[in-house]
């Protein structure tokens, strides 16, 4: 089991950016697939983006390709996702989620299920005005 936490998050105006921090504890997600999710009100969850476990592979949902960048330090074991161009469409409560497998150092289609993942945040606030 791993504990996580989201941070970051917050009211921003169209155009502006962000960046959300997932900081693992409870032992080390360097051998792990990690993911960001996103659920916007009255709407069901959806992905946002993936990362293998040494970051040299990533997965973007089509909706935010281009715009957010994963990343991770596994040094301090934390998981990022920098958002630039924000829309008022990306406003939701984002989530931060590990798989407790350790997989192949590569992500795909696969990790757009949310029962990819084992472990899941609080979740952070985003807030896009216009």
């Known amino acids: 089991q791993v504990q996580l936490v989201e941070s970051g998050g917050g009211l921003v105006q169209a155009g502006g950016s962000l960046r959300l921090s997932c900081a693992a504890s409870?032992?080390?997600?360097?051998?792990?697939?990690m993911g960001w999710f996103r659920q916007a009100p009255e709407k069901q969850r959806e992905f946002v983006a993936s990362?293998?476990?040494?970051?040299?592979?990533?997965y973007y949902a089509d909706s935010v390709k281009g715009r957010f960048t994963i990343s991770r330090d596994n040094a301090k074991n934390t998981v990022y996702l920098q958002m630039n161009s924000l829309k008022p469409e990306d406003t939701a409560v984002y989530y931060c989620?590990?798989?407790?497998?350790?997989?192949?150092?590569?992500?795909?289609?696969?990790?757009?299920?949310?029962?990819?993942?084992?472990?899941w945040g609080q979740g952070t606030q985003v807030t896009v005005s216009s």
């Open positions: 989620a590990a798989d407790a497998t350790a997989r192949p150092d590569y992500t795909g289609l696969y990790s757009s299920r949310e029962d990819a993942y084992d472990d």
């Open positions: 409870g032992r080390s997600i360097s051998s792990n697939l």
């Open positions: 990362i293998s476990w040494s970051g040299r592979s990533t």
